[in-house]
């Protein structure tokens, strides 16, 4: 199983840029799919970005923030990361760390079965 914890959110204008973090541990080897995702009161949660390992590594964004974020990690510190720049009040939400082993590869939060207990984000 893999453990994730995330940290980084807080508040920011509009415009301006925060980074997120997740720690990873314990097996992080043999993950399918690690990613970011999102979440706002009476909404479902969302994909953000996420990492798909299958047959080499993709990337996947919410056409939302293609262009703004950037997702990567620090396999020397087992560290997702996630950096947002031009943020928007809209960005504002939950954002959870998630990760999943199974096949097929998938962005649908549902199949996530490994979550962080998410940091908050608000943008004004």
């Known amino acids: 199983h893999v453990q994730l914890v995330e940290s980084g959110g807080g508040t920011a204008q509009a415009g301006r840029s925060l980074r997120l973090s997740c720690a990873a541990s314990?097996?992080?080897?043999?993950?399918?799919?690690l990613g970011w995702f999102r979440q706002t009161p009476g909404k479902e949660r969302e994909q953000v970005a996420v990492?798909?390992?299958?047959?080499?590594?993709?990337?996947r964004y919410a056409d939302s923030v293609k262009g703004r974020f950037t997702i990567s990690k620090d396999n020397a510190k087992n560290t997702l990361y996630l950096q947002m720049n031009s943020l928007k009040p809209e960005d504002t939400a939950m954002y959870y760390c998630a990760a999943h082993y199974g096949w097929p590869a998938s962005t649908n939060p549902g199949d996530f079965p490994y979550w962080g207990q998410g940091t908050q984000v608000t943008v004004s």
């Open positions: 314990g097996n992080t080897y043999s993950l399918n799919c």
């Open positions: 990492f798909i390992y299958s047959f080499g590594r993709s990337t």
